[in-house]
């Protein structure tokens, strides 16, 4: 996890969501000694982020192997995990219907802070929010999701902050689209910011 531009405010809103997390109770456990042991707060986050990659190792190389089974030397391309922030079903609908769905795996979540518990969970690269985050919040909510998930691209459907943040990763990793919401503009933006090969 990449916390250097995460201040401390932020790191303590970062622990506090992902206790939030529903887990079984074998991980609970684990939890609960991760909170009493003797660890710095960074530490604490990157030992909780780890719970919940456990359980998912064994699926993901099985993904990325690719192999159906039963039948060997037949291997399908993983497609590219994306996060739809939105508490209608619409939005999901309608891109699982576009020329995304060949490339991307949508899931859909209703909270942009709890869309934070799966980025890494489902190595999410492309995010689509939309909610109405304040101007502060909109830099702030980056900078949390970069130090969960590197790399991650964040697709706003809103009108841009007043005033930008000036770091180019910023620049470089996110769009703004005004409603009403256009799929067609959706698509440019990801060509945009992952390549058009994606």
């Known amino acids: 996890m990449d916390s250097g531009n995460l201040s401390q405010a932020d790191k303590y809103l970062l622990y506090g969501l992902l206790l939030k997390k529903k887990r079984s109770p074998a991980l609970d ?3 609960i000694a991760i909170m009493h042991s003797s660890r710095d707060l960074y530490e604490k986050i990157e030992a909780i982020l780890a719970l919940g990659e456990e359980p998912e190792k064994k699926d993901a190389r099985r993904s990325r192997a690719g192999n159906r089974p039963g039948i060997p030397g037949t291997s399908r391309k993983k497609k590219i995990s994306a996060l739809v922030v939105d508490v209608h079903q619409e939005l999901a609908k309608l891109l699982k219907k576009s020329s995304l769905k060949r490339r991307f795996a ?5 909270e942009s802070w709890d ?3 799966l980025l890494r969970r489902l190595e999410t690269r492309l995010l689509v929010i939309n909610e109405n985050l304040s101007d502060d919040e909109i830099p702030r909510y980056f900078e949390i999701c970069r130090a969960v998930q590197p790399g991650i691209k964040i697709i706003y459907l809103s009108s841009p902050p007043r005033s930008l943040p000036r770091d180019p990763a910023f620049s470089r990793s996110t769009r703004f689209i ?21």
């Open 29 to 31: 456990r684990k939890l």
């Open 106 to 110: 949508f899931t859909r979540i209703g």
């Open 115 to 117: 869309a934070i518990h």
């Open 178 to 198: 005004p409603k009403p919401i256009s799929i067609s503009g959706i698509e440019d933006s990801v060509g945009e910011l992952l390549g058009q090969g994606y």
